[in-house]
Protein backbone atom coordinates (compact mmCIF):
# COMPACT_ATOMS: atom_id res chain seq x y z
CA UNK A 1 0.00 0.00 0.00
CA UNK A 2 1.63 3.42 -1.18
CA UNK A 3 0.27 5.14 2.01
CA UNK A 4 1.89 2.79 4.42
CA UNK A 5 4.88 3.06 2.55
CA UNK A 6 4.97 6.81 2.11
CA UNK A 7 4.45 7.11 6.20
CA UNK A 8 7.31 4.34 6.53
CA UNK A 9 9.95 6.12 4.42
CA UNK A 10 8.98 9.55 5.74
CA UNK A 11 9.16 8.65 9.45
CA UNK A 12 12.43 7.13 8.64
CA UNK A 13 13.50 10.44 7.27
CA UNK A 14 12.62 12.58 9.96
CA UNK A 15 14.41 9.82 12.37
CA UNK A 16 17.66 10.06 10.78
CA UNK A 17 17.36 14.14 11.06
CA UNK A 18 17.08 12.74 14.74
CA UNK A 19 20.15 10.77 15.12
CA UNK A 20 21.51 13.97 16.45
CA UNK A 21 18.90 14.71 18.45
CA UNK A 22 19.12 13.99 21.85
CA UNK A 23 22.11 15.77 22.12
CA UNK A 24 22.47 18.48 19.05
CA UNK A 25 22.06 21.88 21.51
CA UNK A 26 25.32 20.27 23.73
CA UNK A 27 27.27 20.02 20.94
CA UNK A 28 26.74 23.20 19.86
CA UNK A 29 27.24 24.39 23.52
CA UNK A 30 30.79 21.83 23.52
CA UNK A 31 32.09 24.02 20.58
CA UNK A 32 32.11 27.35 22.02
CA UNK A 33 28.58 28.28 20.97
CA UNK A 34 26.24 30.45 23.95
CA UNK A 35 23.33 29.38 24.77
CA UNK A 36 21.89 33.04 23.41
CA UNK A 37 22.97 32.15 20.24
CA UNK A 38 21.32 28.94 19.83
CA UNK A 39 18.30 31.44 19.94
CA UNK A 40 19.30 33.10 17.26
CA UNK A 41 20.03 29.85 15.11
CA UNK A 42 16.87 29.19 15.24
CA UNK A 43 15.08 32.74 14.80
CA UNK A 44 17.55 32.63 11.36
CA UNK A 45 15.91 29.06 11.01
CA UNK A 46 12.05 30.65 11.54
CA UNK A 47 12.86 33.77 9.15
CA UNK A 48 14.40 31.23 6.28
CA UNK A 49 11.43 29.12 6.05
CA UNK A 50 9.08 31.82 5.97
CA UNK A 51 11.04 33.31 3.30
CA UNK A 52 10.79 30.46 1.36
CA UNK A 53 7.37 29.33 2.47
CA UNK A 54 6.45 32.19 -0.05
CA UNK A 55 7.89 30.35 -3.07
CA UNK A 56 7.35 26.98 -1.84
CA UNK A 57 3.81 26.71 -3.01
CA UNK A 58 4.66 28.33 -6.20
CA UNK A 59 7.34 25.51 -6.81
CA UNK A 60 5.04 22.91 -5.56
CA UNK A 61 2.44 23.50 -7.44
CA UNK A 62 4.64 23.12 -10.78
CA UNK A 63 6.62 20.33 -9.46
CA UNK A 64 4.26 18.20 -7.73
CA UNK A 65 4.71 17.19 -3.87
CA UNK A 66 6.65 14.11 -4.51
CA UNK A 67 9.34 16.06 -5.80
CA UNK A 68 9.15 18.68 -3.48
CA UNK A 69 8.91 16.01 -0.15
CA UNK A 70 12.43 14.92 -2.45
CA UNK A 71 14.04 18.33 -2.24
CA UNK A 72 13.34 18.91 1.06
CA UNK A 73 14.77 15.74 2.44
CA UNK A 74 18.08 16.09 0.41
CA UNK A 75 18.60 19.47 1.67
CA UNK A 76 17.66 18.15 5.57
CA UNK A 77 21.13 16.04 4.98
CA UNK A 78 23.05 18.74 3.46
CA UNK A 79 22.06 20.55 6.90
CA UNK A 80 23.84 17.97 8.81
CA UNK A 81 27.04 18.39 6.81
CA UNK A 82 27.36 22.05 7.49
CA UNK A 83 26.82 21.62 11.72
CA UNK A 84 30.66 19.84 10.86
CA UNK A 85 32.01 23.57 11.19
CA UNK A 86 30.46 24.43 14.25
CA UNK A 87 31.44 26.90 16.21
CA UNK A 88 31.44 28.84 12.80
CA UNK A 89 28.58 31.21 13.15
CA UNK A 90 28.42 32.26 10.00
CA UNK A 91 28.40 29.18 8.27
CA UNK A 92 25.99 27.48 11.20
CA UNK A 93 23.47 30.66 10.24
CA UNK A 94 23.68 29.11 6.71
CA UNK A 95 23.26 25.60 7.56
CA UNK A 96 20.11 26.67 9.43
CA UNK A 97 18.84 28.67 6.68
CA UNK A 98 19.47 25.47 4.41
CA UNK A 99 17.13 23.47 7.08
CA UNK A 100 14.07 26.45 7.07
CA UNK A 101 14.30 25.80 3.60
CA UNK A 102 13.68 22.11 3.96
CA UNK A 103 11.37 22.25 6.03
CA UNK A 104 9.29 24.54 3.71
CA UNK A 105 9.54 22.30 0.84
CA UNK A 106 8.82 19.23 3.19
CA UNK A 107 5.38 21.22 4.58
CA UNK A 108 2.21 19.78 2.87
CA UNK A 109 3.94 17.89 0.90
CA UNK A 110 3.72 14.83 2.62
CA UNK A 111 0.26 15.65 3.28
CA UNK A 112 -1.27 15.98 0.19
CA UNK A 113 0.54 13.19 -1.30
CA UNK A 114 -0.65 10.95 1.53
CA UNK A 115 -4.23 12.04 0.55
CA UNK A 116 -3.69 10.86 -3.04
CA UNK A 117 -2.70 8.05 -2.02
CA UNK A 118 -5.63 7.50 0.22
CA UNK A 119 -8.04 8.98 -2.42
CA UNK A 120 -6.34 6.14 -5.17
CA UNK A 121 -7.21 3.74 -2.65
CA UNK A 122 -10.51 4.52 -2.57
CA UNK A 123 -10.27 5.31 1.54
CA UNK A 124 -11.68 7.48 3.32
CA UNK A 125 -10.24 10.98 3.98
CA UNK A 126 -10.72 10.58 7.68
CA UNK A 127 -8.82 8.15 7.85
CA UNK A 128 -6.12 10.11 6.78
CA UNK A 129 -5.38 10.74 10.96
CA UNK A 130 -5.35 7.23 11.77
CA UNK A 131 -2.44 7.36 9.08
CA UNK A 132 -0.78 10.09 10.73
CA UNK A 133 -0.91 8.44 13.85
CA UNK A 134 0.83 5.53 11.63
CA UNK A 135 3.02 8.04 10.89
CA UNK A 136 3.80 9.17 14.49
CA UNK A 137 3.69 5.67 15.43
CA UNK A 138 6.54 4.07 13.58
CA UNK A 139 8.87 7.79 13.94
CA UNK A 140 8.54 6.96 17.51
CA UNK A 141 9.23 3.25 17.28
CA UNK A 142 12.63 4.62 14.89
CA UNK A 143 13.40 7.19 17.22
CA UNK A 144 13.54 4.91 20.17
CA UNK A 145 16.87 3.12 18.79
CA UNK A 146 17.96 6.50 16.98
CA UNK A 147 18.34 7.74 20.10
CA UNK A 148 20.03 4.84 21.73
CA UNK A 149 22.55 4.61 18.47
CA UNK A 150 23.27 8.17 17.78
CA UNK A 151 24.52 8.05 21.46
CA UNK A 152 26.29 4.59 20.93
CA UNK A 153 27.77 6.33 17.67
CA UNK A 154 29.56 9.35 19.82
CA UNK A 155 30.58 6.83 22.81
CA UNK A 156 32.57 4.42 20.55
CA UNK A 157 34.08 7.66 18.47
CA UNK A 158 34.60 9.61 21.24
CA UNK A 159 33.76 12.53 19.49
CA UNK A 160 29.79 14.22 18.35
CA UNK A 161 30.99 14.06 14.63
CA UNK A 162 30.74 10.91 13.52
CA UNK A 163 26.91 10.89 14.16
CA UNK A 164 26.19 14.60 11.73
CA UNK A 165 27.73 12.49 9.47
CA UNK A 166 25.96 9.79 9.45
CA UNK A 167 22.80 11.77 9.53
CA UNK A 168 23.56 13.25 6.24
CA UNK A 169 24.39 9.93 4.41
CA UNK A 170 21.28 8.43 5.69
CA UNK A 171 18.99 11.07 4.58
CA UNK A 172 20.09 11.22 1.08
CA UNK A 173 19.79 7.51 1.18
CA UNK A 174 16.08 7.89 2.40
CA UNK A 175 15.45 10.17 -0.70
CA UNK A 176 16.53 7.88 -2.79
CA UNK A 177 13.98 5.44 -1.95
CA UNK A 178 11.09 8.28 -1.69
CA UNK A 179 11.84 8.45 -5.23
CA UNK A 180 10.68 4.73 -5.80
CA UNK A 181 7.20 5.56 -4.31
CA UNK A 182 5.39 7.03 -7.83
CA UNK A 183 2.85 10.07 -7.23
CA UNK A 184 -0.30 8.52 -8.44
CA UNK A 185 -2.17 11.75 -9.91
CA UNK A 186 -0.51 14.29 -12.33
CA UNK A 187 0.39 17.41 -10.21
CA UNK A 188 -1.70 20.52 -11.04
CA UNK A 189 0.66 22.75 -13.11
CA UNK A 190 0.53 26.41 -13.00
CA UNK A 191 1.45 29.11 -15.31
CA UNK A 192 4.11 30.73 -13.43
CA UNK A 193 4.96 33.25 -16.11
CA UNK A 194 1.65 34.86 -15.20
CA UNK A 195 1.52 36.34 -11.97
CA UNK A 196 -1.94 37.61 -12.49
CA UNK A 197 -3.28 34.05 -13.27
CA UNK A 198 -0.82 33.37 -10.30
CA UNK A 199 -2.04 35.30 -7.99
CA UNK A 200 -5.70 35.12 -8.68
CA UNK A 201 -5.88 31.31 -8.26
CA UNK A 202 -4.21 31.93 -4.86
CA UNK A 203 -7.18 33.94 -4.17
CA UNK A 204 -9.84 31.63 -5.06
CA UNK A 205 -8.18 28.88 -3.51
CA UNK A 206 -7.47 30.46 0.13
CA UNK A 207 -10.75 32.22 1.86
CA UNK A 208 -10.05 33.70 5.04
CA UNK A 209 -13.19 32.48 6.49
CA UNK A 210 -13.66 31.40 10.18
CA UNK A 211 -12.35 27.87 10.19
CA UNK A 212 -9.13 28.89 7.73
CA UNK A 213 -8.17 31.69 10.51
CA UNK A 214 -8.60 29.90 13.82
CA UNK A 215 -7.11 26.99 12.27
CA UNK A 216 -3.81 29.43 11.43
CA UNK A 217 -4.34 30.46 15.21
CA UNK A 218 -3.95 27.83 16.31
CA UNK A 219 -1.33 26.77 14.48
CA UNK A 220 0.82 29.77 15.08
CA UNK A 221 0.62 29.28 19.49
CA UNK A 222 1.07 25.27 18.75
CA UNK A 223 4.49 26.23 17.50
CA UNK A 224 5.30 28.97 19.93
CA UNK A 225 4.28 26.00 22.48
CA UNK A 226 7.00 23.23 20.91
CA UNK A 227 9.71 25.71 20.74
CA UNK A 228 11.49 24.78 23.87
CA UNK A 229 10.45 21.35 24.02
CA UNK A 230 12.01 20.15 20.76
CA UNK A 231 14.84 22.64 20.57
CA UNK A 232 16.34 23.13 24.16
CA UNK A 233 15.13 20.42 25.95
CA UNK A 234 18.17 19.06 26.62
CA UNK A 235 20.06 22.05 29.05
CA UNK A 236 17.29 21.24 30.77
CA UNK A 237 18.48 17.79 31.54
CA UNK A 238 21.93 18.38 31.93
CA UNK A 239 21.30 20.58 34.57
CA UNK A 240 19.41 18.38 36.57
CA UNK A 241 22.30 15.35 35.90
CA UNK A 242 25.65 17.49 36.63
CA UNK A 243 24.53 21.01 37.49
CA UNK A 244 26.65 22.36 34.68
CA UNK A 245 26.79 22.77 31.14
CA UNK A 246 29.53 20.60 30.17
CA UNK A 247 31.78 20.15 27.32
CA UNK A 248 31.95 16.48 25.72
CA UNK A 249 31.66 13.56 27.55
CA UNK A 250 30.38 9.80 26.99
CA UNK A 251 28.24 10.36 30.57
CA UNK A 252 26.71 13.06 28.91
CA UNK A 253 25.49 11.62 25.48
CA UNK A 254 24.82 8.64 27.03
CA UNK A 255 22.09 10.20 29.91
CA UNK A 256 20.89 12.53 27.08
CA UNK A 257 20.45 9.52 24.60
CA UNK A 258 18.03 7.73 27.48
CA UNK A 259 15.94 10.52 27.66
CA UNK A 260 15.63 10.95 24.19
CA UNK A 261 14.83 7.13 23.46
CA UNK A 262 12.25 7.01 26.86
CA UNK A 263 9.98 9.52 25.31
CA UNK A 264 10.09 8.35 21.91
CA UNK A 265 9.46 4.96 23.42
CA UNK A 266 6.20 6.50 25.52
CA UNK A 267 4.95 8.13 22.60
CA UNK A 268 4.87 4.83 20.25
CA UNK A 269 3.32 3.02 22.72
CA UNK A 270 0.80 5.77 23.15
CA UNK A 271 0.19 6.21 19.50
CA UNK A 272 -0.10 2.57 19.15
CA UNK A 273 -2.73 2.45 21.60
CA UNK A 274 -4.72 5.52 19.96
CA UNK A 275 -4.97 3.52 16.98
CA UNK A 276 -6.70 0.07 18.03
CA UNK A 277 -9.38 2.11 20.67
CA UNK A 278 -12.47 2.71 19.87
CA UNK A 279 -13.60 6.01 18.22
CA UNK A 280 -14.71 7.53 21.36
CA UNK A 281 -12.13 6.87 23.36
CA UNK A 282 -9.90 8.53 20.36
CA UNK A 283 -12.16 11.77 20.92
CA UNK A 284 -12.09 11.73 24.48
CA UNK A 285 -8.08 12.22 24.30
CA UNK A 286 -8.08 14.65 21.48
CA UNK A 287 -10.04 16.70 23.37
CA UNK A 288 -8.21 16.56 26.69
CA UNK A 289 -4.31 16.39 25.34
CA UNK A 290 -4.10 20.14 25.79
CA UNK A 291 -4.99 19.26 29.93
CA UNK A 292 -2.89 16.85 30.58
CA UNK A 293 0.12 18.26 28.53
CA UNK A 294 -0.34 21.44 30.78
CA UNK A 295 0.09 19.18 34.07
CA UNK A 296 2.54 16.75 33.34
CA UNK A 297 4.54 19.06 31.37
CA UNK A 298 4.29 21.56 34.97
CA UNK A 299 5.32 18.92 36.98
CA UNK A 300 7.99 17.54 35.22
CA UNK A 301 9.55 21.29 34.87
CA UNK A 302 8.78 22.55 38.88
CA UNK A 303 7.64 19.74 40.83
CA UNK A 304 10.65 17.34 40.96
CA UNK A 305 12.96 18.53 42.75
CA UNK A 306 15.56 17.94 40.46
CA UNK A 307 15.12 14.15 40.17
CA UNK A 308 16.40 12.80 37.43
CA UNK A 309 14.03 9.61 36.74
CA UNK A 310 10.85 11.58 37.50
CA UNK A 311 11.54 14.18 35.49
CA UNK A 312 12.16 12.09 32.34
CA UNK A 313 9.49 10.21 33.78
CA UNK A 314 6.85 12.73 33.27
CA UNK A 315 8.47 14.87 30.37
CA UNK A 316 7.78 11.66 28.52
CA UNK A 317 4.43 11.04 29.25
CA UNK A 318 3.61 14.88 28.50
CA UNK A 319 4.96 14.53 25.31
CA UNK A 320 2.90 11.92 24.50
CA UNK A 321 -0.19 14.07 24.57
CA UNK A 322 1.90 16.96 22.83
CA UNK A 323 2.21 15.06 19.98
CA UNK A 324 -1.40 14.37 19.67
CA UNK A 325 -2.13 18.27 19.79
CA UNK A 326 0.11 17.97 15.98
CA UNK A 327 -1.26 15.27 14.92
CA UNK A 328 -4.57 16.44 14.92
CA UNK A 329 -4.31 19.62 14.07
CA UNK A 330 -2.07 19.04 10.86
CA UNK A 331 -4.80 15.55 10.11
CA UNK A 332 -7.36 18.30 9.92
CA UNK A 333 -6.19 20.15 7.04
CA UNK A 334 -6.81 16.79 5.20
CA UNK A 335 -10.35 16.33 6.79
CA UNK A 336 -11.72 19.85 5.81
CA UNK A 337 -9.71 21.06 2.68
CA UNK A 338 -9.73 19.45 -1.08
CA UNK A 339 -6.73 18.31 -2.50
CA UNK A 340 -5.62 21.45 -3.75
CA UNK A 341 -5.71 23.33 -0.96
CA UNK A 342 -3.96 21.07 1.35
CA UNK A 343 -0.65 22.24 0.73
CA UNK A 344 -1.32 25.80 0.87
CA UNK A 345 -3.40 26.15 3.32
CA UNK A 346 -0.56 23.78 5.68
CA UNK A 347 2.03 26.45 3.80
CA UNK A 348 0.20 29.65 5.13
CA UNK A 349 -0.18 28.35 8.37
CA UNK A 350 3.23 27.63 8.84
CA UNK A 351 4.28 31.08 7.09
CA UNK A 352 2.34 32.62 9.58
CA UNK A 353 3.83 30.76 12.79
CA UNK A 354 7.36 31.47 11.72
CA UNK A 355 6.79 35.57 11.56
CA UNK A 356 5.55 34.89 15.51
CA UNK A 357 8.48 32.28 16.07
CA UNK A 358 11.27 34.19 14.68
CA UNK A 359 9.74 37.38 16.40
CA UNK A 360 10.18 35.15 19.47
CA UNK A 361 13.23 34.05 19.26
CA UNK A 362 14.64 37.05 18.31
CA UNK A 363 13.16 38.43 21.70
CA UNK A 364 15.04 35.91 23.46
CA UNK A 365 18.16 36.01 22.25
CA UNK A 366 18.35 39.51 23.42
CA UNK A 367 16.24 39.92 26.43
CA UNK A 368 17.11 36.26 27.98
CA UNK A 369 20.43 35.27 29.78
CA UNK A 370 21.71 32.05 29.31
CA UNK A 371 20.20 30.26 32.09
CA UNK A 372 16.77 31.32 31.82
CA UNK A 373 15.41 28.95 29.45
CA UNK A 374 12.77 27.66 31.76
CA UNK A 375 10.74 31.49 30.91
CA UNK A 376 10.08 29.50 27.68
CA UNK A 377 8.40 26.02 28.78
CA UNK A 378 6.30 29.05 31.02
CA UNK A 379 5.32 30.23 27.75
CA UNK A 380 4.52 27.14 26.58
CA UNK A 381 2.50 25.95 29.28
CA UNK A 382 0.34 28.94 28.73
CA UNK A 383 -0.36 28.24 25.28
CA UNK A 384 -1.45 24.93 26.10
CA UNK A 385 -3.93 26.82 28.25
CA UNK A 386 -5.51 28.52 25.54
CA UNK A 387 -5.15 25.66 22.89
CA UNK A 388 -8.08 23.91 24.82
CA UNK A 389 -10.70 26.64 24.42
CA UNK A 390 -9.69 27.42 20.51
CA UNK A 391 -10.25 23.77 19.98
CA UNK A 392 -13.44 23.41 20.91
CA UNK A 393 -14.75 26.12 19.50
CA UNK A 394 -12.62 24.65 16.04
CA UNK A 395 -15.05 21.66 16.67
CA UNK A 396 -18.11 23.56 17.22
CA UNK A 397 -17.61 25.28 13.84
CA UNK A 398 -17.46 22.62 11.48
CA UNK A 399 -19.82 20.08 13.30
Known amino acids: MLAKRLCVLFSCAESCRLLTGAF ?57 FLCLFSPNIFILVFAYAVYGCGFSLVNGSFEQWLESCIINNNENKSSSIDYMRMRRKYFSLLNVVVGFVGAL ?16 ILLFTVSYFLCLIPYVETPKKINCNNDKTYKATQKDNIILDKKTSLYFLIAIITSILFMPILHLWQPLFE ?37 KIKQHQKKWIDSNSSIFSVILLSLSIYAT ?15 CFLSQIQII ?22 FLSRIFTASIWLFYFNFLQNGSY ?3 FSVSILCLILIYPLNYISKKINN
Open 305 to 319: NNNFILTCLLFSLSY
Open 153 to 168: FVSLSNSYYIAYVASA
Open 239 to 275: NIYSGEILGFSIETAMMLGLVFSSYNLFNFIFNHITI
Open 374 to 376: KTM
Open 329 to 350: HRSRAIVFWSDEKINQVLSYSN
Open 24 to 80: HVIYLLSTGIELRYLFLLQATFSISNLISEIYSIRLTAVIGPRWALIMGVNLWGLYF
